[in-house]
């Protein structure tokens, strides 16, 4: 079992920054990929980026890309989501997940609660 605990986000005005953290509890941690989402209101929840258990490969939604970095450090059971240049278009709620290496959120197996990232104009 892993139990997923996001913090980090909040209130940032366009082109701001925002790092969240993703920490997790269970001995097995490090064998897992972890991915990041969101879901904005009225929108199906998507894919933002992903980091391989050793943390060796990474992948990023376009948008994602150039502004968004994930890094991990197993040793401290944390991910995090580094958010540059953030546009009000990122304003959702974040969910990091456990599981398997992919974009797909059905691959993962435990998810937090999120956090809420909102961007102002």
């Known amino acids: 079992q892993v139990q997923l605990v996001e913090s980090g986000g909040g209130l940032v005005q366009a082109g701001g920054s925002l790092r969240l953290s993703c920490a997790a509890s269970?001995?097995?941690?490090?064998?897992?990929?972890i991915g990041w989402f969101r879901q904005a209101p009225g929108k199906e929840r998507e894919f933002v980026a992903s980091?391989?258990?050793?943390?060796?490969?990474?992948y990023y939604t376009d948008s994602a890309k150039g502004r968004f970095t994930i890094s991990r450090d197993n040793a401290k059971n944390t991910v995090y989501l580094q958010m540059n240049s953030l546009k009000p278009e990122d304003t959702a709620v974040y969910y990091c997940?456990?599981?398997?290496?992919?974009?797909?959120?059905?691959?993962?197996?435990?998810w937090g609660q999120g956090t809420q990232v909102t961007v102002s104009s």
């Open positions: 997940a456990a599981g398997a290496y992919s974009v797909y959120a059905s691959s993962y197996d435990y």
């Open positions: 980091s391989s258990w050793t943390g060796d490969n990474t």
């Open positions: 269970g001995r097995t941690f490090s064998r897992y990929a």
